[in-house]
Nanobody
Framework: VQLQASGGGLVQAGESLRLSCAASGRTFSTYGWFRQAPGKERELLVGLRMSGTTTRYADSVKGRFTISRNNARNAVYLQMIDLKPEDTAVYYC????????????????????WGQGTQVTVSS
């Protein structure tokens, strides 16, 4: 079982990036994107329960980040627009085979599998 995150890079403020998270080995019921900036704790960006349309976005990224999925490819994506220097961090995808309720989507310990992280750097 593996989660592979990709798509990070160096961009200028105001630009966009799309991160991908490909799962192999099993199908997951809930995905999440998290990030960890230097010297800060890892935080939820968005959680998505694959059944239905339950999503939970962090206030800091609402309107700029959008999660999407491709069920056939067992993958989720994070489209990020209008990137800011404060978005600089290592971005992680995470997943669990359980269908998390909305209040649990932000809880890191609810996710059983984690990708290796992809670096996003936004220059001013």
């Amino acid at each position: 079982v593996q989660l592979q995150a990709s798509g990070g890079g160096l961009v200028q403020a105001g630009e966009s990036l799309r991160l991908s998270c490909a799962a192999s080995g099993r199908t997951f019921s809930t995905y999440g994107w998290f990030r960890q900036a230097p010297g800060k704790e890892r935080e939820l960006l968005v959680g998505l329960r694959m059944s239905g349309t339950t999503t939970r976005y962090a206030d800091s990224v609402k309107g700029r980040f959008t999660i999407s999925r491709n069920n056939a490819r067992n993958a989720v994506y994070l489209q990020m627009i209008d990137l800011k220097p404060e978005d600089t961090a290592v971005y992680y995808c995470a997943a669990t085979s359980r269908s998390l309720i909305w209040s649990s989507l932000s809880q890191q310990n609810e996710y059983d599998y984690w990708g290796q992280g992809t670096q996003v750097t936004v220059s001013s």
